[in-house]
C-alpha cells in the first residue's frame, strides 16, 4: 500500500522503543487505528525497517527519530524535532526501558544511571513537554510500558524494579490529576514477554514459573492499546499475571522480595544487559 499524505486531521502517536517487541506491536494498533506515526529508538537501520513495514500495511505517514534515550539531551532534542517538522502529538507511548542483572554494589553506575534516564526520566520529561498541549485540545493521552516488577523489589535487578514501581506510581498519579481533563494516562503492567530479553540475559529454560507465564508480545500489546482506548489506568495483560498481582499485594513484603531473590538466583545473574 502506497503511503498517504500527512493528514493533519488524524490524531498523531509518538512511540518509543519502537524498533521492535512490544513497540512494534503497538506501532501497528495505532497506525490500523488511523493515528500518524513518530517512531523513536536508538538504531536507524531497525527503525526504518519498521516504519517500511507499517506504511506497506496501512499507508499511514511514520516520521523515524532515531535518537539513543540515554542522552540527558534526548527529551528536548525530539521535541525540537516535531516543532521543526510541525508535528502535534496526541497520544505518547513510553515503551522504552532496558535494565540490568547482577549485584548491585558492583554494577557499572554509568549503566545504572543510563538505565534511570531511560526507564523515568525520558517518560517524565516527554510527558511533561507533550502533556500541555493534549490538555488543551482536551483530547489524547500517555500509554507508560511499565511492567509486572513494578509491583515488588527484585534483587539482582534492584534499579529496574525501582524504575518500573516509579513509572507506575507516576502513571496513577498523573491520571488522578488529569481526572475531568479528556486526557487519560495508562500503565501497561505485562509479564515476561519474548522481546529478546530473555537469549541476551541466557535466561530461557531456566525458570518453570517464567515459561508459562510469557505472553506474545502481540498479546501484550493489544491489551495495553485496547486499555489505553478505554481510558484505563492499569492494564495487567493475562489472568494469570492478574492473579499473580493480586498474590503479591496480600503477601509480606519481606517474603515476597525472598521469593523473587530466589528466582533470580536461578536466571544465571551476570550482569547481563536488557533493552525493551
Same mark, same amino acid.
Given at each position: ?9 488524524? $490524531?498523531? *502517536? ?5 524498533? &521492535? ?5 503497538? /506501532? ?12 523513536? *529508538?536508538?538504531?536507524? !537501520?531497525?527503525?526504518?525497517? #519498521? ?13 523515524? %527519530? ?8 534526548? $527529551? ?5 524535532? @516535531? ?8 497520544? @505518547? ?18 549503566? %545504572? ?31 507508560? #510500558? ?11 535487578? /534492584? ?13 496513577? *498519579? ?16 505485562? &509479564? ?6 530473555? /537469549? ?15 505472553? !506474545?508480545?502481540?498479546?501484550?500489546? +493489544? /491489551? ?5 482506548? +478505554?481510558?484505563?489506568?492499569? #492494564?495487567?495483560?493475562? %489472568? ?5 498481582? %493480586? ?8 517474603? @515476597? ?20
Amino acid at each position: 500500500m502506497a503511503e498517504r499524505p500527512p493528514d493533519h486531521a488524524s $490524531p498523531t *502517536a509518538l512511540i518509543t522503543g519502537a524498533s &521492535g517487541g512490544i513497540g512494534l506491536e503497538l /506501532a501497528k494498533l495505532f497506525a490500523r487505528g488511523g493515528y500518524n506515526l513518530v517512531l523513536v *529508538a536508538r538504531r536507524g !537501520d531497525p527503525l526504518e525497517g #519498521v516504519a517500511s513495514e507499517v506504511r506497506a500495511l496501512y499507508g499511514t505517514s511514520v516520521h523515524c %527519530l532515531p535518537i539513543d534515550l540515554s542522552v540527558p539531551e534526548a $527529551p528536548e532534542k525530539i521535541f525540537g524535532m @516535531l516543532r521543526s517538522r510541525s508535528l502535534d502529538v496526541d497520544v @505518547l507511548v513510553n515503551n522504552a526501558g532496558f535494565g540490568l542483572y547482577g549485584n548491585f554494589q558492583g554494577s557499572d553506575p554509568g549503566i %545504572l544511571l543510563d538505565m534511570i534516564r531511560v526507564n523515568v526520566s525520558v517518560p517524565v520529561h516527554l510527558a511533561n513537554l507533550l502533556l500541555p498541549g493534549m490538555v488543551r485540545k482536551g483530547t489524547g493521552g500517555v500509554l507508560n #510500558v511499565a511492567s509486572m516488577a513494578a509491583f515488588q523489589p527484585g534483587p539482582y535487578m /534492584a534499579v529496574y524494579y525501582a524504575t518500573k514501581a516509579f513509572l507506575l506510581s507516576f502513571s496513577e *498519579a498523573v491520571a488522578e490529576e488529569l481526572r475531568g481533563t479528556g486526557v487519560t494516562v495508562t500503565a501497561l503492567c505485562p &509479564g515476561p514477554t519474548p522481546t529478546g530479553f530473555q /537469549a541476551a540475559a541466557r535466561m530461557e529454560g531456566h525458570i518453570p514459573l517464567l515459561r508459562k507465564n510469557v505472553m !506474545d508480545s502481540g498479546a501484550v500489546a +493489544k /491489551a495495553g492499546y485496547d486499555g489505553f482506548r +478505554k481510558g484505563k489506568r492499569l #492494564v495487567i495483560p493475562g %489472568l494469570r499475571n492478574r492473579i499473580l498481582v %493480586l498474590a503479591f499485594r496480600f503477601s509480606p513484603r519481606i517474603l @515476597l522480595t525472598k521469593a523473587v531473590r530466589w528466582m533470580q538466583e536461578r536466571r544465571r545473574p551476570g550482569g547481563e544487559r536488557r533493552r525493551g
